[in-house]
Structures are given as C-alpha cells and as structure tokens.
C-alpha cells in the first residue's frame, strides 16, 4: 500500500496500455508511437502511476489532424499521445464499472454494449409507452427545456 491520494493500481495501469496497444493508433504530439513507447514501458507507466495516483497527472496537448468527410471537406480529428491514451483507458476502467450501476436501463449515450440503433428501438418503444416527450437543447450555458405532447396513431 502507498500513501498516495489516489489508490489506482498498478496492474490497471498495465491492462490499460494492453487496451491502448490492442486498439493500435498512431503518435500524438510528442510524435511517440507505441511501439516507441514500450521500448521504456516499465519507467512510463511507473511514472504515469505515479503521476495519477499523486493527482498530478495533466494531460498534453491533442494533436489535430485533418480528416476527410463523407460529403466532402474535412474535419479535425484529435490524436492524444499514448500516455494519454493509458491514463484515459485507467479512468474508464475505474469509471465505467461504477457509473453503470446508477445509468437507467433508457439511458444509451457512450455506454458498452450499446447503440445509436438501440438508442433508437427504445425512443420507439417509449414513444407508445408515453404521452409526451421532453426536449433539452443546451445552448451555451443555458439549457432550453420543452414538454411536447406526443402524437398517438390509433390502428382502429
């Protein structure tokens, strides 16, 4: 046991950068791969531990990439280093388990082993079971909320 102010262990740390290595990807900003960072692999993910297990762990800048669209033009895409890559995949391994107990069964927005075509089929589903929807659009800090009656289709 250390006497650090976050108890993040280190065989999550290493399950995480297997995650990390699994997925492949390319270099962040600091142009490191991951290849490059195994090359050191038990002083970096030592001193990403400690860095997060200390609460002194900041993140590097994203690189931006640009990336074509379907229609056309192109968007960025932002490429964190692999360290960041690990540090993100520890949070949601510690996250991920905790927040999915208190997530209803309805709520479907980045959670595994769901959809955007699941998401779907309960909207579907609610949208017989419920006689309105209600409506969040979040402009800026301010969020405009609207109950909307719902309209039902009688198959008489």
């Not at 762990?57 to 379907?70: D, L, Q, S, T």
Request: net charge positive.
């Amino acid at each position: 046991m250390t006497n650090k102010p976050y108890n993040i262990s280190k065989n999550i740390v290493v399950d995480a950068f297997k995650n990390v290595k699994a997925n492949k990807g390319c270099a962040g900003i600091d142009n490191e791969s991951i290849k490059e960072f195994e090359m050191d692999l038990k002083n970096n993910l030592y001193k990403l531990w400690n860095h997060m297990s200390s609460g002194c762990y900041f993140p590097p800048a994203v690189k931006a990439v640009e990336i074509p669209k379907k229609a056309g033009g192109t968007r960025k895409l932002g490429i964190p280093t692999v360290k960041d890559r690990v540090a993100q995949a520890v949070v949601k391994m510690y996250l991920e388990p905790r927040l999915e107990k208190i997530f209803l069964p309805e709520s479907y927005g980045y959670r595994p082993e769901k959809s955007a075509l699941d998401a779907v089929g309960q909207a579907r589903a609610m949208c017989w079971k419920y006689d309105y929807v209600v409506e969040f659009d979040k402009q800026g800090s301010h969020v405009k909320r609207r109950i909307i009656p719902a309209f039902k289709w009688d198959a008489d």
